[in-house]
């Protein structure tokens, strides 16, 4: 399948926070700009979107796509102009849609300048113009040339670009399984050193897999919306350098969605909309609601993370760590403006326009979901030793230079300190990322029930804690036992006293390699708050 510019016949037809450090500014527009701004409010639109496979039609496919990533000079309406990264020359990149049995085949140019000259360690930022490519929450391998976050698609060097050798391109291959959820999922840069600049610049997409939930005729009645929520690191429209550790605090967040910051969305009364929410945000977890002067649309959640849920779940309010999703049905009832609010952010995410001729006969919300995927439970746990811990920690002020803050993953298999008998809290390894040191080996067949926390006493602070490869399903928060449990592929973690704490189990299934566990606020992972995950079908004992 070719690449296209714009939505599918069919998707036409049918749509006829709490910062992850203290002191986070969260202004949704710069002063300067939000003054200048004048004339009609901008129209919610939909990215380009590369189509899927018809249904019904037989695997194998081959969903092919290139993205080209450049410094590009856009207009962000609401906004005004910006110069940063891009995929395709747009904030988000194309929607990539495929179903399970497909190939997903990327080539991706790296157009950007030669990387500047690097002094400093490998958890600290660097290689800003080198990247590669996750695909954010799905289940297929993380090794070779697909899911591969140790890959790295350097630029061209300053001599081969002063020769005028071809921009190199590299290629990702992601083999879908025929049995993948259906559900929304995402893809962003994850280079170690470059991903926190690249995604605050809007390096992001949606990907859609298709499938039985798609097919549920209120579902399949209802317009298919991406509503992807980027949050940009804007000084005088450019993503400045991650030069400090002041750099996130010190710059206030664009919040666009769809690469427009406060567009208008129009419905229907008595209409439903599907709405695909994508928290691409680095920095800030989104507790989202809507608001407005008579009875706001109603929300009802049908999935979390790419999975469905066993049948609608009315809420108030949508809660989206970074990197999460949320496939939500909206119902209109009254007409009048509504607004997409989260909490912490000033100044509305969308604008909802309630108008028009009422759906006649109103829609409906259905009353079941075909089953996402099966619950575990712990009498799948694979023998006493299958209990891991992790425990997110900061040690402030503690380093020399820009970045003083030693953010570190503790717990069960911490990485070592280099002077175990010095003082910890300055210790320039305990904890922090190690690319050469494996700190979770975990065998292939096996359940395991990880209990994740964070000791932050602050409430502002959040570390999302993100496993590849694997969804892991909740059955606790802060020692209370969810009924029913939820999967999730990353799960936020706000601190307090005492911080939040989270049980999961997980079963590692079907792809080997290595891979990495982290923190989501990718400020944090950047400088060190990350691990090394090698799964295995070997014999040898997980340490």
């Known amino acids: 399948m070719g690449e296209s510019s714009g939505l599918s016949r069919r998707l036409i037809l049918r749509g006829a926070v709490v910062a992850g450090i203290a002191g986070a500014r969260h202004e949704s527009l710069t002063a300067p700009r939000a003054q200048a701004m004048t004339g009609p409010a901008p129209a919610f639109s939909q990215p380009a979107t590369t189509a899927a496979r018809p249904p019904g039609s037989p695997p194998p496919h081959v969903v092919e796509q290139t993205l080209d990533v450049r410094l590009t000079d856009l207009d962000v309406p609401g906004y005004g102009p910006v110069t940063t990264r891009t995929y395709n020359g747009t904030i988000p990149g194309p929607t990539l849609r495929v179903r399970g049995g497909d190939t997903l085949r990327l080539t991706q140019v790296n157009g950007l300048p030669p990387n ?47 020769a005028g050798t071809p921009e190199p391109r590299y290629v990702t291959t992601v083999h879908i399984p025929v049995g993948h959820p259906a559900g929304t999922y995402w893809y962003h840069p994850h280079l170690h050193g470059s991903t926190a600049e690249q995604i605050a610049g809007g390096m992001a997409g949606v990907i859609v897999v298709e499938g039985d939930v798609d097919e549920v005729p209120e579902i399949r009645a209802a317009a298919d919306l991406i509503v992807c929520i980027s949050e940009l690191k804007l000084d005088d429209g450019r993503v400045p350098a991650f030069t400090s550790g002041d750099w996130v605090t010190g710059i206030a967040s664009t919040f666009t969605v769809n690469g427009t910051v406060n567009p208008t969305l129009r419905i229907r009364p008595g209409e439903v909309q599907r709405w695909r929410l994508v928290a691409a945000t680095a920095f800030t977890a989104l507790r989202l609601h809507l608001t407005g002067t008579t009875e706001p649309p109603v929300m009802a959640q049908i999935a979390q993370d790419g999975i469905t849920f066993p049948a609608p779940v009315t809420r108030d309010e949508v809660n989206l760590a970074m990197g999460n999703r949320a496939d939500i049905l909206v119902r209109a009832e009254q007409p009048g403006r509504y607004e997409l609010r989260a909490a912490g952010v000033p100044g509305p995410l969308m604008t909802i326009d309630v108008a028009g001729p009422p759906a006649n006969p109103p829609m409906e919300l259905p009353a079941s979901l075909p089953p996402g995927r099966p619950f575990l439970d712990e009498g799948d746990l694979s023998g006493p030793g ?65 209990t994740v926390r964070t000791d932050e006493t602050m409430p502002e602070h959040n570390h999302p804690f993100h496993l590849h490869t694997n969804s892991v399903l909740l059955t606790h928060r802060n020692g209370r036992r969810l009924d029913p449990p939820v999967w999730h592929d990353t799960i936020g973690l706000t601190g307090g006293r ?46």
């Open 498 to 543: 005492p911080g939040e704490s989270a049980t999961f189990l997980v079963a590692f299934e079907d792809f080997t390699g290595h891979t990495i566990a982290h923190c989501h606020q990718l400020h944090h992972e950047e400088l060190g708050m990350m691990q090394t995950v090698h799964y295995t079908d070997g014999e040898e004992a997980a340490p």
């Open 116 to 162: 500047p000259p690097h002094t400093g360690g490998h958890n600290t930022p660097h290689r800003a113009n080198s990247f590669n490519l996750h695909t954010h929450g799905m289940h297929v391998s993380p090794s070779g040339d697909a899911d591969n976050v140790l890959r790295e698609f350097p630029p061209r060097s300053a001599e081969d670009a002063a």
């Open 386 to 450: 299958a209990d891991r811990e992790i425990v997110f920690h900061a040690d402030p002020a503690v380093f020399p230079g820009p970045f003083p803050n030693a953010f570190r993953v503790l717990g069960s298999h911490q990485t070592p300190a280099a002077d175990p008998a010095g003082d910890l809290t300055r210790d320039p390894a305990y904890g922090l990322f190690d690319p050469g040191h494996t700190n979770h080996t975990l065998r292939l067949r096996t359940v395991e029930r990880w």
